[in-house]
């Protein structure tokens, strides 16, 4: 058996309760973005403690097997797990998170978070589905089942009726975050209100890497694209969670501590913003 590599020196984010994830981590998804050997790969080889996955992506089991042949100690990763809006409402969320631990065959989640802001189910308002969810959440917390909770693809107004109508603050808000979409006045609510803000989708699925000054700084230092952006990303204070199911690219996307954005390219690469989503857009959610 292969020694394990040590784990990656890899900066932490603390968050508001004293823990600290990683500032990178191995995203997973369903669309063709999970793949046995590169996770396993990412854990013994490339030193990554990070997991990211949500049960809508379907591969709790695999994860299971990857963990258990990784041979790394439970307490040495951060795995973080998402509630899908069908298991929404209180016991069925409560169901949801223990059915989830069972699936990757652990006993609790480093951080699980609320998927989607929309309930995705008749007969009752968003709002109210929310907080009813929120308040499983804050009870697997508190007893201590869950080490933290959070929200993902929640906008400001979604954050602001949840401070009004439950009493745990989101410990983390994970949206979508790369060059052409940085939700500025969002990033700077979460930092105002202590929600740690994670990124997903850093490379902008693929359609950063060939941005002209992506590619013009990638040159300068000479990284791929791909480093550049997440890089820029970490170097923003952003916990980021690029996916591959490449060995070549985990590798790759993990050397990025190694160098520094001088002030100038992070700012160039800061007015890439356009707007453009390449996933789901949150903003029509009620």
């Known amino acids: 058996k292969m020694p394990l590599a040590p784990a990656l020196s890899c900066p932490t984010v603390p ?3 004293g823990l600290k994830i990683p500032i990178l981590g191995l995203g997973t998804s369903h669309s063709g973005g999970y793949c046995h050997d590169a996770v396993v790969y990412a854990l013994t080889e490339c030193g990554i403690r990070h997991i990211d996955t949500a049960k809508r992506y379907g591969c709790e089991e695999k994860l299971a097997k990857d963990i258990r042949e990784s041979g790394i100690p439970r307490s040495d990763l ?3 797990n998402k509630l899908w809006p069908l298991d929404y409402g209180y016991n069925a969320a409560k169901k949801a998170y223990l059915d989830s ?4 065959g652990v006993e609790y989640f480093d951080l699980y978070l609320m998927h989607w802001p929309g309930a995705l189910q008749p007969g009752c308002s968003n709002r109210e589905m929310r907080a009813e969810t929120w308040r499983a959440l804050e009870e697997l917390y508190k007893e201590g089942v869950c080490r933290a909770i959070g929200v993902s693809n929640f906008l400001i107004h979604h954050l602001e009726q949840l401070k009004e109508d439950c009493s745990v ?3 983390v808000n994970q949206v979508e975050y790369h060059p052409f979409q940085q939700p500025t006045d969002l990033i700077e609510y979460c930092r105002k209100e202590g929600i740690v803000f994670e990124g997903y989708s850093p490379l902008a699925k693929g359609e950063v890497l060939n941005d002209p000054t992506v590619l013009q700084i990638a040159q300068k230092y000479k990284r791929t694209p791909a480093q550049i952006c997440i890089r820029w990303s970490i170097q ?3 916990i980021t969670i690029p996916k591959s199911t490449k060995k070549t690219r985990v590798q790759e996307n993990c ?4 160098f520094q954005l001088e002030e100038a390219d992070m700012a160039a690469l800061g007015r890439l913003h356009d707007g ?3 996933t789901w857009d949150p903003a029509d959610v009620e």
């Not at 631990?101 to 990757?104: A, D, K, L, S, Y």
């Not at 050397?255 to 190694?258: D, E, L, P, S």
């Open 236 to 238: 923003n204070g952003i």
């Open 255 to 258: 050397q990025v501590f190694g």
């Open 15 to 17: 968050l508001a309760n």
């Open 169 to 171: 603050v989101p410990h």
């Open 276 to 278: 453009r989503h390449v």
């Open 78 to 80: 951060w795995l973080t």
């Open 101 to 104: 631990c069972t699936r990757v």
